[in-house]
């Protein structure tokens, strides 16, 4: 109940083109989803989160959408540039707990 | 900008050795945490702390300790490294939800 299911492991995708990645959860306690950037030898770094209460949250390129029902959430990269190339973690949390990460996904967008 | 240091990028030990690897946040976060990532596994909680002088195990705490003396500093310890604990171990600062994350260090036990 503890898992956050993540796919595909790894994307290629052309440049322009959109990304999609997707996890799912089962613990119906956790009531807050980021999704997390990694850059070679960098840590990871919060791109972007939504909570239960909003299907659909935007910052820039970059979506969040979110399926209560079927405790389901993804990232969609629209117009996808090699710029975006990394690994793509998603997470779920109790809000105020530790989070629970998924197993990644490795994004390569070429030119 | 959060910053979290962690102290070394890169380190080699011995099989045996005790290992200390020292984060420190300039934030003034309550909560600490260290993860161990490894490919195809994603980032695996080992322990956390949500104060001083406190800590809590987490996923994989097996073969590992920490110290909080101080708020702003949270050390993972390998009191006897082994090889199966090669790996990239992440240090995150944390005001409640969203976690901010060190650069990383890559040990490898050998």
């Known amino acids: 109940q503890q898992q956050v299911k993540q796919s595909p492991q790894s994307l290629i995708v052309q440049k322009g083109g959109i990304s999609i990645i997707n996890c799912a959860y089962e613990?119906?306690?956790?009531?807050?989803f980021p999704w997390y950037q990694q850059f070679p030898g960098k840590g990871p770094a919060l791109l972007i989160a939504?909570?239960?209460?909003?299907s659909e949250k935007k910052e820039g390129r970059f979506t969040i959408s979110f399926n209560k029902s079927a405790k389901q959430f993804s990232l969609h990269i629209m117009d996808s540039q090699p710029g975006d190339s990394a690994t793509y973690f998603c997470a779920a949390s109790p809000y105020t707990d530790k989070l629970i990460f998924g197993t990644g996904t490795r994004l390569q967008v070429f030119p | 900008d959060v910053k979290v240091t962690q102290s070394s990028r890169y380190l080699v030990k011995r099989t045996g050795e005790k290992v200390f690897l020292e984060c420190v946040q300039d934030m003034d976060h309550e909560n600490m945490f260290w993860y161990r990532q490894d490919p195809g596994l994603g980032l695996r909680l080992i322990y956390f702390s949500y104060d001083v002088k406190m800590k809590e195990k987490g996923d994989i705490p097996e073969g590992y300790s920490v110290s909080r003396e101080k708020k702003e500093r949270f050390s993972l310890i390998l009191e006897s490294a082994s090889t199966n604990q090669t790996s990239m171990y992440l240090c995150?600062?944390?005001?409640?939800?969203?976690?901010?994350f060190g650069q990383g260090t890559r040990l490898t036990v050998v």
């Open positions: 613990n119906t306690a956790f009531d807050y």
């Open positions: 995150a600062s944390s005001p409640g939800v969203a976690a901010f």
């Open positions: 939504i909570r239960p209460d909003v």
